[in-house]
């Protein structure tokens, strides 16, 4: 079992930048792919970056590319999403997810989420 733990989110000004981190316990995170997914109100979760366990990969949803980075450090057993220029549609809960077998955008694939963080991007 892997506890995860999301952290960071906030009330920022359209523009500005965020860190968010996912913290786990447990096991150790360095078996599994991470994900990065998001939900906004009234909207279906949807994908946002994953990396693998190795973090030698990434991978990124196109609406994000460029703004969006998605690392890991394994001896703390770490995940980090750092956003910047953000934009009032970011706002959402974020979520981070932990997948035994391999980097994936789909939801179905991860067997371990956190209870996500808020972030709310004013204009």
């Known amino acids: 079992q892997v506890q995860l733990v999301e952290s960071g989110g906030g009330l920022v000004q359209a523009g500005g930048s965020l860190r968010l981190s996912c913290a786990a316990s447990?096991?150790?995170?360095?078996?599994?792919?991470v994900g990065w997914f998001r939900q906004a109100p009234g909207k279906e979760r949807e994908f946002v970056a994953a990396?693998?366990?190795?973090?030698?990969?990434?991978y990124y949803d196109d609406s994000v590319k460029g703004r969006f980075t998605i690392s890991r450090d394994n001896a703390k057993n770490m995940v980090y999403l750092q956003i910047e220029s953000l934009k009032p549609e970011d706002t959402a809960v974020y979520y981070c997810?932990?997948?035994?077998?391999?980097?994936?955008?789909?939801?179905?694939?991860?067997?371990?989420w956190g209870q996500g963080t808020q972030v709310t991007v004013s204009s």
């Open positions: 997810a932990a997948d035994p077998s391999s980097m994936s955008s789909h939801s179905l694939e991860y067997d371990y």
């Open positions: 447990g096991r150790t995170l360095s078996s599994y792919a």
């Open positions: 990396i693998t366990w190795s973090g030698n990969n990434t």
